[in-house]
Nanobody
Framework: QAQLVESGGGLVQPGGSLRLSCAASGPISSIYDMAWYRQAPGKQRELVAGISSGGNTNYADSVKGRFTISRDNAEKKVYLQMNSLKPEDTAVYYC?????????WGQGTQVTVSS
């Protein structure tokens, strides 16, 4: 059974760093495009960063230069390194896996940036 499990969220002060991890299981493999999305209270879910099966990356303008997405295909994990965090980065962060029309989502991990 396909499953994505996020970890690494928490409370951090502005300017701090966090590293999110997403562990994939089941049929999710290196051929899937992976991404991190986030959803803040009262807002729509938005793409934060994506990494294709070939390793190409893309980022939302709001996180460029601060966040880095990476993947370890052997471990079936995806990471999101978040630096210089801002209060507006506060949201639930979701890991996703996509292959064609097939989508999988994790349960989300809360990131709160506050002093």
């Amino acid at each position: 059974q396909a499953q994505l499990v996020e970890s690494g969220g928490g409370l951090v002060q502005p300017g701090g760093s966090l590293r999110l991890s997403c562990a994939a299981s089941g049929p999710i493999s290196s051929i899937y495009d992976m991404a991190w999305y986030r959803q803040a209270p009262g807002k729509q879910r938005e793409l934060v960063a994506g990494i294709s099966s070939g390793g190409n990356t893309n980022y939302a303008d709001s996180v460029k230069g601060r966040f880095t997405i990476s993947r370890d295909n052997a471990e079936k994990k995806v990471y999101l390194q978040m630096n210089s965090l801002k209060p507006e980065d506060t949201a639930v962060y979701y890991c996703s896996a996509r292959r064609g029309l097939i989508w999988y989502w994790g349960q989300g991990t809360q990131v709160t940036v506050s002093s």
